[in-house]
């Protein structure tokens, strides 16, 4: 999934992307919950929850609390996983289109 397919591109004398614009992802009963561990990162619980570790995004949107100034989480943080990886693609889809 290349998250930056829907972002538009400018061309003013020379081409370029525009920033990508995450969605808010609201919480949702059927959301997993998991308490990290030693050696958790975004990439590797994407990897795990949706077999795709470039939807590191994904969890890091869901978390804006998590400290992402190094590439691990604290170990004992409650992190939310969202449910439907097909509804918040297209909500990042529709984000970036519409505008």
């Known amino acids: 999934m290349n998250r ?22 609201p919480a949702h009963p059927d959301d997993t919950y998991v308490i990290s561990t030693t050696g958790d990162r975004f990439d590797i619980l994407a990897s795990a929850y949706y077999n795709d570790s470039t939807l590191w995004w994904v969890i890091a949107t869901a978390n804006p609390d998590i400290d992402r100034s190094t590439i691990n989480i604290t170990a004992g943080v409650q992190i939310r996983i969202p449910y439907s990886k097909a509804r918040i693609l297209e909500l990042l889809q529709t984000t970036n289109t519409s505008r």
Do not use: A, F, L
């Open 4 to 25: 930056y397919r829907n972002t538009p591109i400018n061309k003013e004398g020379v081409p370029y992307r525009s920033t990508t614009i995450y969605p808010d992802i």
